[in-house]
């Protein structure tokens, strides 16, 4: 976090130089110590980001091909003109321990066209498909997968 803050602070000043540089470091130091102090943040949250940084990038990665593959079959449901939407509602539990995964396993669901998820209770998804081609495999998808992956990298 102290080094996204010292990029952001060099990002707004425009140029790097020594004096900006000092400035930026006693800036990003104090606003570290603010959030530790403060907002109860901790330094093993950054050591865990950095631990699966590789993984997590790979996860933002298929998300983003997944988000692109469903814009294409929503585009292609809506607009053919013999197909027939079946809307639907799915629940489907997960393997997944930490709050952390299952969050972002329900924000993904959502970015993805075509599917919303309305709630998450404890590992429980309640999730509005457009159609039910859309809910197929959607409690073993890539995303659980990955999920899973990185809380078992340790």
């Known amino acids: 976090m102290f080094i996204l803050f010292f990029l952001i602070w ?5 140029q790097f130089t020594l ?25 093993r949250y950054d050591l865990f980001f950095f631990q699966k940084a590789p993984l997590l990038i790979h996860y933002l990665i298929t998300l983003i091909l997944e988000i692109l593959k469903a814009n294409g ?3 292609k449901m809506i607009y053919s003109a013999k197909y027939e939407l079946e809307p639907t509602v799915v629940h489907f539990k997960t393997n997944l321990r930490t709050t952390f995964a ?14 919303i998820t309305v709630s998450l209770e404890d590992d429980i998804y309640t999730v509005h498909c457009l ?3 859309l809910a197929q495999g959607i ?14 990298k340790d």
């Open 19 to 43: 004096e900006i540089a000092l400035f930026g470091v006693a800036i990003a130091g104090a606003m570290y110590w603010f959030i530790c102090k403060f907002l109860n943040y901790k330094f």
């Open 102 to 115: 299952r969050v972002i396993l329900a924000n993904s669901i959502t970015l993805t066209p075509g599917t």
């Open 139 to 152: 409690d073993s998808s890539i995303f659980v997968q990955l999920l899973e992956r990185i809380e078992r």
């Open 10 to 14: 060099v990002v707004f000043n425009g």
């Open 131 to 133: 159609d039910k081609e």
């Open 73 to 75: 079959a929503v585009f």
